[in-house]
């Protein structure tokens, strides 16, 4: 059984629970409740191998949303190996510190997402645990030894990896390096003061140019869910030009599809947003917003009048709680003018 946990190999066997091999690798895979579903501290996204894993539990259905079960989300203490093969599992906290690192804006809209989902199953969720309650599934001393057995496990797993589990340790040492050499507080040494005229920092990434015409990192696609970027970054497509020049027809759609197993409507979606991309200033994320007014292609934004765009952008950004900064009624305006510029090469 070829187990990796947050790209650390895991030792594990058909007919363990996934939380307990990670509580037994010391993966960062919570484990408060001790297997009951009731934290949801297991979260996790399965990038490959579900089909090693056993069916979805009524405790899973009750909790996830149909948007997460469709992106891979299970309860790592709910799901069973079944079978053999290759499991590659990404944790909540992991999935957090990436996009931290690669794209931090997309927090945002990840927590409105993640707040949304929760909103939505409380009552199923609420409801799936006064049934076990009623039924007894949850009183008996098995469930409270589980219970006490995965808080011993966390304990465990804080003292003997307590510096491994520090998020992104090595990018705050290298920070605290930077300040201390260039903060305009420094006391200066002996070997006198540095002068330092422009500083780019940027993080997981390579600085990226103002011109967005498809030269964006692979976190980009991370918007789409961590199950669609790595499965595109396996197929060698690393930036949204690729993605374009690989998709911008529709056998080459078919073909995305098959290989990376991503679904044919998500791979259209996703070669769109690459499309719109070319614009002076745009970002996927910016393009999935267009996409949420019903602009989700270069032709469609280049029809689009500037004022009721912006008021429609608005609307969705009011609605959906997006701390995001909205666009000038110039910047759109630039948006429609870019596209009405731009060549057409994706066909349909």
């Given amino acids: 059984m070829n187990i990796i946990i947050n790209d650390k190999p895991c030792e594990g066997a058909v007919g363990e629970k996934l939380s307990r091999v990670a509580q037994e690798n010391k993966a960062h895979v919570g484990y408060v409740c001790g297997g009951l579903g009731i ?20 405790v ?3 909790f996830l949303s149909d948007r997460q079960i469709a992106d891979g989300a299970r309860l790592a203490c709910q799901a069973t190996i079944e079978r053999e093969g290759t499991l590659r599992v990404l944790s909540r906290p992991e999935e957090v510190r990436r996009m931290l690192l690669s794209n931090p804006l997309s927090l945002f809209s990840y927590g409105v997402e993640m707040g949304n989902a929760a909103a939505k199953r409380f009552i199923p969720g609420v409801s799936n645990v006064i049934e076990r309650l009623r039924d007894g599934r949850m009183s008996d001393r098995d469930s409270i030894g589980e219970l006490l ?4 496990f966390a304990a465990r ?22 300040v201390k050499r260039y903060a305009p507080f420094s006391s200066p040494g002996p070997d006198g003061v540095e002068t330092l005229e422009k500083i780019t920092l940027t993080i997981g990434s390579e600085q990226r140019p103002e011109n967005h015409d498809g030269g964006s990192p692979a976190g980009a696609f991370d918007v789409f869910g961590f199950g669609v970027a790595d499965s595109l970054t396996k197929d060698g497509i690393t930036t949204p030009q690729e993605l374009l020049e690989r998709g911008k027809t529709p056998g080459g759609r078919r073909t995305l599809s098959e290989v ?9 979606r996703m070669v769109n947003c690459a499309d719109l991309c070319r614009i002076d200033g745009m970002d996927f994320s910016t393009a999935r917003l267009l996409e949420a007014a019903g602009v989700d292609t270069v032709p469609e934004l280049a029809q689009r009048n500037p004022s009721n765009l912006l008021a429609k952008l ?4 009011r609605k959906s709680g997006d701390a995001r900064e909205l666009p000038s009624i110039d910047q759109v305006g630039r948006w429609i003018g870019g596209a009405k510029k731009l060549p057409r090469i994706v066909s349909y």
């Fill in 39 to 58: 934290c949801q501290t297991c979260y996790v996204t399965i990038l490959e191998g579900g089909g090693c894993l056993s069916e979805m539990t009524d």
């Fill in 60 to 62: 899973e259905k009750a």
């Fill in 149 to 152: 057995d995965g808080m011993g």
């Fill in 157 to 178: 797993f804080g003292v003997a990896s307590a510096v491994e589990s520090i998020p992104f340790r090595d990018q705050i040492g290298d920070l605290i390096d930077f």
């Fill in 260 to 268: 990376t197993g991503i679904e044919a409507g998500v791979i259209l």
């Fill in 314 to 317: 608005c609307e969705i950004v």
